[in-house]
Nanobody
Framework: QVQLVESGGGLVQPGGSLRLSCAAS????????MGWYRQAPGKERELVAG???????NYADSVKGRFTISRDNAKNTAYLQMNSLKPEDTAVYYC?????????WGKGTLVTVSS
């Protein structure tokens, strides 16, 4: 019933910006926690940023100062604003949500940072 759909991925040049969105459907009450993970070829999936229902955030050291996670509780949507992008940010980005003690994942959106 619950579904997460990511959007906003694409090709961007180093130093550029991109904004990812994660829309949740099938939600009656507010989602407890949401986050963004990424996985590059040959690497493990890692947490990029997380945000609680109250707006508390945390970030991976590699993206601090460059990425900003936010959410619109009324729309059950999370966002990831990515600035000063680097080639090493290239990965498939996945949305994750915790709702009523269950875990949900989106199918991912590809972000490619290249000149």
């Amino acid at each position: 019933q619950v579904q997460l759909v990511e959007s906003g991925g694409g090709l961007v040049q180093p130093g550029g910006s991109l904004r990812l969105s994660c829309a949740a459907s099938g939600i009656i009450f507010s989602i407890n926690d949401m986050g963004w993970y990424r996985q590059a070829p040959g690497k493990e999936r890692e947490l990029v940023a997380g945000i609680s229902s109250g707006g508390r955030t945390n970030y991976a050291d590699s993206v601090k100062g460059r990425f900003t996670i936010s959410r619109d509780n009324a729309k059950n949507t999370a966002y990831l604003q990515m600035n000063s992008l680097k080639p090493e940010d290239t990965a498939v980005y996945y949305c994750h949500a915790r709702y009523r003690y269950m875990e949900y994942w989106g199918k991912g959106t590809l972000v490619t940072v290249s000149s």
